[in-house]
């Protein structure tokens, strides 16, 4: 596709269940970021994969908290056992190589509520 | 870590009014972006700016490097420029972002 897409768009979900949130980067991206924008606070860096290189999970809020990107394209971030304070948007981002000195284009997010 | 700041945290303008709005940033940056996060909660990519100064349409942008800010410049406002503005810096350690809170900007018709 011609820009960042993520799914599903919204997803409501009850305290301690697992949700999973997807995102397919540009393609040709090999730089991919994940952030959490929650109301009344600002954008948050959670992790970012660069290649094959071994991610950059200072980020994530708790180990309740994970993510992978499989075969160097698609990314899922996982949350387990999730909590009220974990809703928010989370918003996928990927750059052409990463590093700083280059555009981040962002995906539409995925909107949780946890009840 | 790098500390970003934007200035005014809202701002209320009537259609056709022109705007400035501010970001400071603590550390040097070798990367600088400006975004509208529109009502439905997309973030679009408005520049990519480290410095010098850039102008797409009705919008342009200066970052001041050496002196730690970037300007966004918003002329002849319409009501679809509402939303909220960010700038975002990359750390200096990485290439995440760091994000300002943001400028609410409301155009009234």
């Known amino acids: 596709g011609a820009g960042v897409s993520q799914s599903p768009s919204n997803k409501v979900t009850e305290k301690g269940k697992d949700v999973e949130l997807r995102c397919d980067p540009i393609?040709?991206?090999?730089?991919l970021y994940w952030y959490r924008q929650s109301l009344g606070q600002g954008l948050e860096f959670l992790i970012y994969?660069?290649?094959?290189?071994?991610?950059?999970k200072s980020g994530l809020p708790s180990d309740r908290f994970s993510a992978e990107r499989t075969g160097g394209s698609v990314s899922t971030l996982t949350i387990q056992r999730t909590q009220q304070e974990d809703s928010a948007v989370y918003l996928c981002?990927?750059?052409?190589?990463?590093?700083?000195?280059?555009?981040?284009?962002f995906g539409p997010g995925t909107r949780l509520l946890v009840l | 870590g790098i500390q970003v700041e934007q200035s005014p945290p809202d701002l209320i303008l009537q259609e056709g009014a022109n705007s400035t709005l501010r970001c400071n940033f603590s550390?040097?940056?070798?990367?600088l972006q400006w975004f509208h996060q529109n009502p439905w909660g997309q973030l679009i990519n408005l520049f990519y700016?480290?410095?010098g100064t850039k102008q797409n349409g009705r919008l342009s942008a200066t970052t001041v490097a050496t002196e730690r800010y970037s300007l966004l410049y918003i002329s002849s406002s319409q009501t679809t420029d509402s939303g909220v503005y960010f700038c975002?810096?990359?750390?200096?350690?990485?290439?995440?972002?760091?994000f300002g809170e943001g400028t609410q900007l409301t155009v009234n018709p």
């Open positions: 981002a990927s750059s052409h190589q990463g590093g700083g000195q280059e555009t981040q284009y």
């Open positions: 393609s040709g991206h090999t730089a």
């Open positions: 994969f660069q290649g094959n290189s071994a991610p950059d």
């Open positions: 550390d040097s940056v070798n990367n």
């Open positions: 700016i480290p410095s």
């Open positions: 975002a810096v990359p750390r200096t350690s990485g290439s995440r972002l760091t």
